[in-house]
């Protein structure tokens, strides 16, 4: 459908903020001790996993809207296997801070190393939010020669 409108770039800053957010939460709930930050961070990381998967499957669905040129291949690439590797790291990480939540008794160390595994999602989703930026900023992927988003004219 030529009008389509495209969906991931609408959808791909809500993880970036949630799990940037959820992070500092987090860990803030362990440096105070507090119940209520860690409820808060969980949720966060919840909602910025469902972003995550979300964002994904829109990326799958709209790369072929995207005319690939060899000058943006690679990148487009690098952001794609980003953003893959981003999802299940955080889906992981998920996983891993809900059982600490329902197994109340866990070590605060125990989450630490699950904070640690959520920095290195950070990085991974940093890093495809800049691929992800080359592929607007630098290449013009996914805009129309009229300066619109493709679909939009």
Known sequence: MPNEIPIHPMLVHFPIALLITGFLVELASLLFRRDWL???GLLLLLAGTAGAVAAVVTGDREEDK???TP???HTLEEHEDGGKLTM???IAVALARSVAAWRRS???AVRWVILA???FGLGSLFYTAWHGG???YEHGAGISA???AEGQD
Request: aromatic share 12%; no cysteine.
């Open 38 to 40: 860690a409820r808060a």
């Open 66 to 68: 995207i005319l690939e």
């Open 71 to 73: 000058a943006i291949e």
């Open 88 to 90: 299940w790291v955080f």
């Open 106 to 108: 866990l070590p605060a």
């Open 117 to 119: 595994a959520w920095l």
């Open 134 to 136: 080359e592929l607007v």
């Open 146 to 148: 009229s300066g619109s």
